[in-house]
């Protein structure tokens, strides 16, 4: 099966600066990789994802790069606010017989501080 | 559109009772995947249905089983409760079923084991 690795576990930025969160996958079968933020007491959203035959993707503030061969991506938030503070997951999609599953990284931790 | 909504968002039960938990998912969904999440072992896939079949389950024991009904609608049951089964117990829908699908989650069931 799939597994999952994130790093930090946390981290403290300052108002306005650049967060960089990095996951690897185990599994080069997997082709999705949705990133999640969860706020305290509420479930997972979705922030942004990619797919195995993209390289790249932005929205606005939000930017997911993958490295197919090197079985890795990576989550960038630029400017951040304090409303980025959460708890932020990573996750691979893993395709069965006929089936899938998403396998999560640990999480995340985001300190932004005003 | 209404997002993933399920109940009871909180319960309390003590060891050796079973409990139920309800998902109701976006309108049109039709794949419905259940997750545990505990600070420890962070988001664990518990199973998934699709059209009323449980396409693949995760690793837990017998004592969690599941349904689907016509409707999309899914239920989760967990016999003989232990202490160890505190968590937040997620559902997430998406549209076809696919692995690159996006999947939506819902705010969780907290449930306590006393």
């Known amino acids: 099966g799939e597994n999952v690795e994130q790093h930090p576990s946390t981290l403290s930025v300052q108002e306005g600066d650049s967060a960089v969160i990095k996951c690897t996958y185990s599994?080069?079968?997997?082709?999705?990789f949705p990133w999640y933020k969860q706020e305290l007491g509420k479930g997972p959203q979705l922030i942004i994802d990619i797919r195995s035959n993209v390289g790249e993707k932005k929205d606005q503030r939000i930017a997911v790069t993958l490295n197919k061969t090197a079985k890795h991506f990576s989550l960038h938030i630029t400017e951040t606010q304090p409303e980025d503070s959460a708890v932020y997951f990573c996750?691979?999609?893993?395709?069965?017989?006929?089936?899938?599953?998403?396998?999560f990284g640990k999480g995340t931790k985001l300190s932004v501080i005003p | 559109k209404a997002g993933v909504t399920q109940t009871p968002r909180y319960l309390i039960k003590t060891r050796g009772q079973q409990v139920t938990l309800s998902c109701s998912p976006i309108?049109?969904?039709?794949?419905v995947s259940w997750y545990q999440q505990t600070p420890g072992q962070g988001l664990q896939f518990l199973f998934e249905y699709f059209s009323e079949t449980q396409r693949n389950k995760g690793n837990f024991p017998g004592r969690f089983s599941g349904r689907q009904f016509s409707n999309s609608r899914s239920e989760m049951n967990v016999s003989t409760l232990e202490l160890g089964d505190s968590a937040l117990y997620l559902c997430?829908?998406?549209?076809?079923?696919?692995?690159?699908?996006?999947?939506?989650f819902g705010p969780g069931t907290r449930l306590t084991v006393l």
């Open positions: 996750a691979a999609s893993y395709s069965g017989a006929g089936s899938y599953q998403l396998t």
């Open positions: 997430a829908s998406s549209l076809g079923g696919r692995a690159t699908d996006t999947q939506y």
């Open positions: 309108s049109g969904h039709r794949s």
């Open positions: 599994d080069s079968a997997s082709n999705y």
